[in-house]
Every structure is written in structure tokens, then in C-alpha cells.
């Protein structure tokens, strides 16, 4: 006698392996599953360091440093064109202070738009680039192969990612 799978034809089993394997691949922690099912929410940006290495945007631009993951605040003064060449991103510039602003270049092939606009206020966190001009926050979303901790952006209460 055949069990009830083995009779099931072929295009059962698969789909019975397939959900074998998905168990098995939540079971065992496949970090880019886990995220994608299980989004989980960054803490509230602080004044206290929410992952190692973490700095203030403001301490990463005066050092002139890259490749450093920072959190910000601040007002949006300027919106620009989107970049349209390889993956799409939005820009913005992000006033930290009186004396300094931040491009913001936000991936929107894998996060949603951020809907700002001149004088609204944001908090995010990402990877700091400094150049001539200043600096940019890039990596503002999650990361689609679940090797890094990937950034984000918070507008109006609602959570970009």
C-alpha cells in the first residue's frame, strides 16, 4: 500500500517538499526568510548607540569619514530629481544643523518612497559616505539578502524600510 503523499502525483510532492523546506529553512534561521516573514521595527533613534559602531551623522561629517553606520534628525530643506541610473533612488537634502545638510539617497527599487516635502522633519539611520560636498546616507533600507542590517527611514510615524 502507498502512503497518501506517494499517491499524490508528482506535482504534490513538490509542493509538499517545498513546504518541508520552508519549514526547515525558518527552523534553522535563514536570515533573508526570517526578515522578509518577520519584519521586525528598528528601535526609536536616541542618543544612545542602537548597534555597534553606530555615530551621529553630524561626528561622522566633521571627521570626514565613510563607510560608517550613523542615525539623523533633521529638517528636509530641498527635494531632488531622482537617480534613475541602475537602481532608482530618491534624494533629499537633510538640514543636521545651521551649519550643515546631508544628501539622502534612498533605494525605492527596494524600500518605499518617503513621501517628505521642504520643512518636513525625518529621523533615519544608514551608512555614512563623506565627500567634497559634505556627505550622504545611503543603505536607508533593509538589506534583500539578510547579510548586513540594513537602515531606515522614519516620516510622520510611519516607518520606511
Known amino acids: 500500500m502507498r502512503s497518501k503523499i506517494a499517491r499524490r502525483g508528482p506535482r504534490r510532492r513538490r509542493k509538499w517538499l517545498l513546504l ?13 526568510l526570517r526578515s522578509w516573514l518577520f519584519p521586525t521595527s528598528p528601535p526609536a533613534v536616541s542618543s544612545e548607540e542602537t548597534r555597534a559602531g553606530l555615530r551621529d551623522a553630524r561626528e561622522a561629517f566633521d571627521a570626514r569619514l565613510s ?27 537633510l538640514r543636521l544643523d545651521p551649519d550643515s545638510t546631508l544628501l539622502v539617497v534612498h533605494n525605492i ?14 529621523q533615519l539611520e544608514g551608512e555614512f559616505e563623506w565627500n567634497e560636498r559634505g556627505g550622504l546616507v545611503h543603505w536607508t533600507h533593509h538589506d534583500p539578502a539578510g547579510r548586513r542590517a540594513g537602515g531606515w527611514i522614519r516620516h510622520a510615524g510611519k516607518l520606511y524600510r
Open 20 to 32: 518541508i523546506l520552508l519549514a526547515v529553512a525558518l527552523i534553522r534561521g535563514y536570515p533573508a
Open 67 to 93: 563607510d560608517v553606520w550613523v542615525s539623523a534628525s533633521g529638517e528636509v530643506v530641498r527635494l531632488l530629481e531622482d537617480d534613475r541610473e541602475g537602481s532608482r533612488h530618491q534624494r533629499f537634502i
Open 109 to 122: 527599487d527596494l524600500a518605499p518612497r518617503v513621501p517628505v516635502r521642504a520643512g518636513d522633519t525625518v
